[in-house]
């Protein structure tokens, strides 16, 4: 069974497009995060949602944008594609409260390729 | 601020032979310390993780790592590496409570398995 899935798990595009990315766990944790992995493999959070509410916001252009319409799933979506935006993407989930807190599962993660 | 910094950005070991990847970071409070693997063109897997307790954590796949507080290290080792550990490995740190785990990642060190 899929514990963090991604879909879909490539995405290539045009500049100036609007997409939209999926993620979903399995694991019954109450926090979800995206994650962005630039072409000389950083890591860098973008959002996290805690029982679909907001509570990391980092310094992101407003052109993303976070959705999670339940603590199962959080969405990305990204308006007005930039050749920058090219990069992976990773969805992960924890469960803050209890045991094991804030111990990160991450999915298989979304190669975006704008062109 | 908290930081990771990982200052081997490539490694290259011989099968069977021992591996130490070095990590260390810079937190304000008591760390919660990870290190992830990523194999190519997957996700991020957990090899293990430390927060309090025994210094020497143990992993999956034989790995242990060691927490130093008096010198800010985390470092990852192994006895015998083996070709399928050709990966790149990422240290991350980050807060053990609060309502999210702002994940703080290192730049990766990419091993490289000779047979």
Redesign the interface.
């Known amino acids: 069974d899929t514990a963090?899935s991604q879909t879909p798990k490539y995405l290539v595009t045009q500049m100036g497009n609007d997409k939209s990315i999926k993620c979903e766990q399995n694991l019954g944790h109450d926090?979800m995060?995206w994650y962005k992995q630039d072409s000389?493999?950083?890591?860098?959070?973008m959002f996290?949602y805690?029982n679909k509410e907001l509570?990391?916001n980092e310094t992101v252009p407003n052109r993303f944008s976070p959705k999670s319409p339940d603590k199962a799933h959080l969405n990305l979506h990204i308006n007005s594609l930039e050749l920058g935006d090219s990069a992976v993407y990773?969805c992960?989930s924890?469960q803050?409260r209890g045991g094991n807190?804030?111990?990160?599962?991450?999915?298989?993660?979304t190669r975006l390729t704008v062109l | 601020a908290q930081s990771v910094t990982q200052p081997d950005i490539h490694i290259t070991v011989s099968e069977g032979a021992s591996l130490e990847l070095r990590c260390n970071y810079s937190y304000g409070a008591t760390p919660?310390l990870?290190w992830?693997v990523?194999s190519p063109g997957?996700?991020?897997?957990?090899l293990l993780?430390y927060f309090s307790g025994d210094t020497l954590v143990q992993g999956i796949k034989g790995f242990e790592a060691e927490f130093k507080r008096s010198q800010s290290s985390f470092n990852l080792r192994k006895p015998s590496v083996h070709w399928s550990d050709a990966a790149?490995y990422?240290c991350a740190v980050?807060?053990?409570?609060?309502?999210?785990?702002?994940?703080t990642?290192g730049?990766?060190t990419r091993l490289q398995v000779t047979l």
């Open positions: 963090v926090t995060y000389k493999k950083f890591l860098k959070i996290s805690n509570i990391i990773f992960a924890s803050v807190r804030n111990e990160q599962f991450f999915g298989p993660g | 919660y990870f992830y990523q997957q996700g991020l897997q957990l993780k790149e990422f980050g807060p053990y409570t609060g309502t999210a785990s702002k994940l990642f730049t990766g």
